[in-house]
């Protein structure tokens, strides 16, 4: 039986999430996990920063007690969710450096300087140039750390959602369909593949009303076509019923696609678990 670790969850630690962290940890184990990883929001767009609540002495803090009581039953990560801001890289850098992560998940949620989710600074633009415009920002993002695994950096381990404007594209269209940008699709997963960067499957829209996960089947194949041996799983959860979800569904897709295994983080290395 496949290790399942659920990479991309959220507790009281994040700004958007009222849930204890044991509460997590307890779902977790009553769901059969063999570790989870919290990944507290790091949002550093200075419309954000105020209100991001990032504390990480508290989450060490809280992460220990729930180690002492439970870290013989799982693995329990910290890592950290970084929106992706690029003229604040040298901040998220600098912080990265400063503090230790078993895993740091990298999520773009703003999309040349526009926050994804509010509809308003979209006005005008259809679904597919919305989609498109998103996608755009994705190919611009991994470009980079193509060019940061050249220089010889590589701070980020996961791509979160990669097609995440697709969640906000069926609130704001009603759009549940497939992408239609196979080019640029191929560029980002490429990108991945060159930089080193593992792209997960987040399982979230499946609890929205969305029928595919982020990414959906074409682009899990699409990934394993290239190359890609092995993707993460991530519910981002932020109530602890949903931890864990959706896993069966995210770990079918990989083998589906022929991918061989789960990538796993502790410690910031890579633990692969075969599929
Ligand atoms: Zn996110
Ligand atoms: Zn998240």
């Known amino acids: 039986m496949t ?23 307890e779902q977790a184990i009553a769901v059969g996990l063999a570790g989870l990883t919290f990944t507290e929001h790091f949002d550093t767009h200075p419309s954000e920063w105020e209100s991001c609540v990032y504390d990480d002495l ?23 969710e970084v929106c992706y801001q690029p003229e604040r890289l040298d901040f998220v850098l600098e912080m990265l450096t400063a503090h230790s992560f078993d895993v740091v998940l990298l999520s773009v949620h703003w999309a040349s300087g526009r926050a994804v989710h509010l509809q308003d600074l979209f006005k005008g633009m259809s679904c597919d140039e919305y989609l498109r415009f998103y996608l755009e920002s994705v190919r611009e993002c991994t470009a980079n750390l193509v060019q940061m695994k050249r220089d010889g950096h590589q701070p980020f381990q996961i791509l979160g959602h990669l097609d995440y404007a697709k969640r906000s594209a069926y609130r704001f269209f009603g759009f549940d369909g497939q992408l239609n940008e196979p080019e640029l699709i191929d560029e980002i997963l490429r990108n991945c593949l060159t930089a080193d960067i593992i792209p997960e499957i ?40 949903d931890i864990g979800a959706g896993s069966d569904h995210a770990l079918d897709l990989m083998r589906k696609a022929g991918l061989t295994h789960l990538a796993c983080f502790e410690g910031g290395k890579l633990c692969a678990t075969a599929l």
């Open 3 to 25: 290790r399942v670790f659920d990479q991309h969850l959220h507790s009281w630690n994040s700004f958007d999430c009222k849930t204890p962290p044991v509460e997590n940890v």
């Open 58 to 80: 508290k989450i060490e803090r809280e992460l220990s007690e729930v180690r002492e009581q439970f870290g013989d039953r799982m693995f329990i990560g910290k890592g950290i």
């Open 202 to 241: 987040n399982t979230s829209t499946l609890r929205q009303g969305l029928s595919t996960s982020m990414p959906g089947m074409e682009i899990v194949q699409r990934y394993a076509d290239l190359g890609g041996t092995m993707m993460s799983f991530g519910s981002d959860a932020h109530r602890a019923e």
